[in-house]
């Protein structure tokens, strides 16, 4: 298949390129121009005209172009991207008659992170039907993009997958996810995920294959999480001290088998994808020193 990934040379887009690109035709959309002779479009998600143009003959388009929220930008600056930056994609999808958008919303979009430091989860694990309540820009921002991408499924001419990935635990990140000071270039210090959830950048990028290559019509969400947690301490000890208590847990099972199970439920991605987490936090930080 013929597959756009903006974003393609961030973060996690190097890894959703490269994962991709070993069975499908893969078009790079970047403010970054090419380092190599790809099939590539240096192209801003503001250029809403350029972007139409570089959509132009793509089946699929992979969405991830947007402000993280640990840069450092403007609130202004954050929603300006992330927001217009989202319909510019669908819009230009649209126009371009392509029939699939992924869009890479985010965990942040329920709020359930240090914004909204009193707010606990309704009930535990979190599925994709828990209320969305971000305060925070970013976050915000990201909800907003899944009611864009919820617009566009609606006419029925686009099919619509919507991943929320969890903090993607890249290698340079993995000392901070234990607690370790220091931060990167260009971004702002945060508080490690507040639920002390985290998913393998390869696990992630092989959710947005694996969706490219779903057989599918319509719209759907999907959390993106490993079964774990990145501290020692059990998941539920570590939600009664955050909030001074527990909510009604749904699956207490999981708690009881795997005492640190993740917040968040990954069964659909499971069940829908086929996808499952292949990395557990003991694998990922081995040879931290």
Known sequence: MRIAVTGGRGRLGRY????LARHHAVRVIDRSPPDRDDDAAAVDVLDGAALAKALAGQEIAIHLAAI???????????FETNVRGTWNVFHGAAQAGVRRVILCSSSSALGLDDTNPKMPPLYLPIDESHPARPTGTYGLSKLIGEQIAAAFARTGEMEVLILRPVYVAFPEMLPFLLGRPGREPGREAEPRPYLRAFVGPEDAARAFF???ERAYAGIETF??????????EPTLDHIRGLYGGLP????????GAEPRA???????ARRALGWRPSTSWEELSKGIA
Not at 16 to 19: C, F, I, L
Not at 68 to 78: K, L, M, Q, T, W
Not at 223 to 232: G, L, M, S
Not at 262 to 268: P, R
Request: net charge negative; no cysteine.
């Open 262 to 268: 993740s917040a968040w439920d990954i069964e659909h």
């Open 68 to 78: 993280d929220r640990s840069v450092a930008r403007s609130p202004e600056e954050v």
């Open 16 to 19: 959703v390129v490269r994962e």
């Open 248 to 255: 009604p847990l749904h699956k207490p099972e999981l708690y």
């Open 223 to 232: 959390h993106i999480a490993a079964a774990d947690t990145f501290i020692d």
């Open 210 to 212: 694996l969706a490219a």
